[in-house]
Protein backbone atom coordinates (compact mmCIF):
# COMPACT_ATOMS: atom_id res chain seq x y z
CA UNK A 1 0.00 0.00 0.00
CA UNK A 2 1.56 3.12 -0.93
CA UNK A 3 0.74 6.21 1.31
CA UNK A 4 1.06 10.05 0.33
CA UNK A 5 2.67 12.07 3.18
CA UNK A 6 1.84 15.25 1.69
CA UNK A 7 -1.13 15.31 -0.16
CA UNK A 8 -2.42 14.98 -3.20
CA UNK A 9 -1.64 16.96 -6.27
CA UNK A 10 -2.16 20.81 -6.96
CA UNK A 11 -2.47 23.06 -9.52
CA UNK A 12 0.42 26.07 -8.99
CA UNK A 13 1.59 29.08 -11.09
CA UNK A 14 4.97 29.04 -11.58
CA UNK A 15 6.51 32.50 -13.31
CA UNK A 16 9.26 31.52 -15.55
CA UNK A 17 11.86 34.03 -16.04
CA UNK A 18 13.18 34.65 -19.86
CA UNK A 19 15.56 32.36 -21.23
CA UNK A 20 16.29 28.60 -20.87
CA UNK A 21 14.56 26.66 -17.71
CA UNK A 22 16.66 23.68 -17.34
CA UNK A 23 13.96 21.21 -17.00
CA UNK A 24 13.67 17.92 -18.90
CA UNK A 25 10.20 16.83 -20.31
CA UNK A 26 8.88 13.63 -21.32
CA UNK A 27 5.54 12.36 -23.15
CA UNK A 28 3.51 10.62 -20.82
CA UNK A 29 3.09 7.11 -21.44
CA UNK A 30 -0.47 6.32 -20.18
CA UNK A 31 -2.01 8.89 -21.79
CA UNK A 32 -1.99 12.16 -24.08
CA UNK A 33 0.27 15.11 -22.40
CA UNK A 34 3.75 16.05 -20.75
CA UNK A 35 5.68 15.45 -17.75
CA UNK A 36 8.92 16.47 -16.32
CA UNK A 37 11.50 13.52 -16.15
CA UNK A 38 14.12 16.07 -14.68
CA UNK A 39 14.70 19.13 -13.49
CA UNK A 40 18.88 20.05 -13.54
CA UNK A 41 20.44 21.46 -10.15
CA UNK A 42 20.94 24.44 -11.90
CA UNK A 43 17.91 25.33 -13.07
CA UNK A 44 15.97 28.49 -12.01
CA UNK A 45 13.09 26.53 -11.64
CA UNK A 46 15.20 23.41 -9.46
CA UNK A 47 12.78 24.55 -6.34
CA UNK A 48 9.19 25.29 -7.81
CA UNK A 49 9.41 22.29 -10.32
CA UNK A 50 9.95 18.50 -9.51
CA UNK A 51 9.62 15.07 -11.85
CA UNK A 52 6.49 13.89 -12.31
CA UNK A 53 4.79 17.27 -11.98
CA UNK A 54 2.61 18.07 -15.71
CA UNK A 55 2.90 21.64 -17.20
CA UNK A 56 -0.83 22.11 -18.39
CA UNK A 57 -0.64 25.80 -19.06
CA UNK A 58 1.73 28.44 -20.49
CA UNK A 59 0.83 31.94 -20.13
CA UNK A 60 -2.97 30.67 -19.95
CA UNK A 61 -2.78 28.79 -23.20
CA UNK A 62 -3.97 24.69 -22.17
CA UNK A 63 -1.00 22.59 -22.89
CA UNK A 64 -2.41 19.66 -21.14
CA UNK A 65 -2.69 17.19 -23.89
CA UNK A 66 0.30 18.23 -25.81
CA UNK A 67 3.72 16.47 -26.89
CA UNK A 68 6.99 17.69 -25.42
CA UNK A 69 7.65 19.01 -29.06
CA UNK A 70 4.79 21.06 -29.21
CA UNK A 71 5.60 22.14 -25.76
CA UNK A 72 9.40 23.02 -26.76
CA UNK A 73 8.18 25.03 -29.50
CA UNK A 74 6.14 27.54 -27.15
CA UNK A 75 8.18 27.84 -24.62
CA UNK A 76 10.92 28.75 -27.63
CA UNK A 77 8.43 31.14 -29.07
CA UNK A 78 8.52 33.20 -25.68
CA UNK A 79 11.92 32.64 -24.27
CA UNK A 80 12.57 36.48 -24.59
CA UNK A 81 9.93 36.95 -22.11
CA UNK A 82 8.63 36.42 -18.51
CA UNK A 83 6.38 32.77 -18.77
CA UNK A 84 3.23 31.85 -16.12
CA UNK A 85 3.46 27.91 -16.05
CA UNK A 86 0.80 26.55 -14.79
CA UNK A 87 2.08 23.07 -12.90
CA UNK A 88 -0.14 19.97 -11.73
CA UNK A 89 1.90 19.17 -8.90
CA UNK A 90 2.30 15.46 -7.72
CA UNK A 91 2.80 13.93 -4.02
CA UNK A 92 6.51 13.96 -3.43
CA UNK A 93 7.06 11.60 -0.99
CA UNK A 94 5.56 7.81 -2.02
CA UNK A 95 5.59 5.62 1.09
CA UNK A 96 5.03 1.88 0.53
CA UNK A 97 3.92 0.91 3.98
CA UNK A 98 3.50 2.26 7.43
CA UNK A 99 6.16 1.51 9.10
CA UNK A 100 8.74 3.11 6.59
CA UNK A 101 6.20 5.98 7.06
CA UNK A 102 6.86 5.61 10.46
CA UNK A 103 10.60 6.16 10.03
CA UNK A 104 9.99 8.48 7.39
CA UNK A 105 8.06 11.38 10.37
CA UNK A 106 10.72 10.65 12.91
CA UNK A 107 13.84 10.54 10.35
CA UNK A 108 12.62 14.51 9.68
CA UNK A 109 12.66 15.70 13.11
CA UNK A 110 16.00 17.80 14.11
CA UNK A 111 17.25 16.99 17.28
CA UNK A 112 20.07 19.64 17.36
CA UNK A 113 16.89 22.32 16.79
CA UNK A 114 15.62 21.07 20.57
Sequence with gaps: ????????????????????????????????????SGVRTSSVLAEKISPGDRIIAIDGEDVSRMTVSEITTIMARKSEFERTLTVLTTPKHMIRNHSEAYAAANHSIDPEGS
Design 1 to 36: RIIAIDGGPGKISVMAPPGKLGIILANKADSKGTVV
